[in-house]
Nanobody, 126 residues
Framework: QVQLVESGGGLVQAGGSLRLSCASS????????MGWFRQAPGKEREFVAA????????YYADSVKGRFTISRDNAKNTVYLQMNSLKPEDTAVYYC???????????????????WGQGTQVTVSS
């Protein structure tokens, strides 16, 4: 069993930055690929970013590419999402998730993740 706990959300003005953290406990963190997803009210949960178990490979949704950076520290069992140049349309609950699936093409699909955090609210004001 893996427990994931997100932190770092909050209210920020457009153009600002936030750094989300996701701390993991339980089984060996480094065996999991990690992803960040978000869900706005009335919308489906959407992929934001993913990172391989070693941290060597990262993937981003087109809507955040160049503004968001995913990273991980396996020694600290933590994955991060640095969010810069935030826009009002980035407002959502952000979730981190862990997957044992090895195919990177599957990491865009929330159904391929085994464990989820409880989410952290990010609100960007205009």
């Amino acid at each position: 069993q893996v427990q994931l706990v997100e932190s770092g959300g909050g209210l920020v003005q457009a153009g600002g930055s936030l750094r989300l953290s996701c701390a993991s406990s339980g089984r060996a963190f480094s065996v999991y690929a990690m992803g960040w997803f978000r869900q706005a009210p009335g919308k489906e949960r959407e992929f934001v970013a993913a990172i391989s178990w070693s941290g060597d490979n990262t993937y981003y949704a087109d809507s955040v590419k160049g503004r968001f950076t995913i990273s991980r520290d396996n020694a600290k069992n933590t994955v991060y999402l640095q969010m810069n140049s935030l826009k009002p349309e980035d407002t959502a609950v952000y979730y981190c998730a862990a997957t044992l699936v090895r195919s990177a093409s599957s990491w865009y699909n929330p159904l391929r993740y085994n464990y989820w955090g409880q989410g952290t609210q990010v609100t960007v004001s205009s």
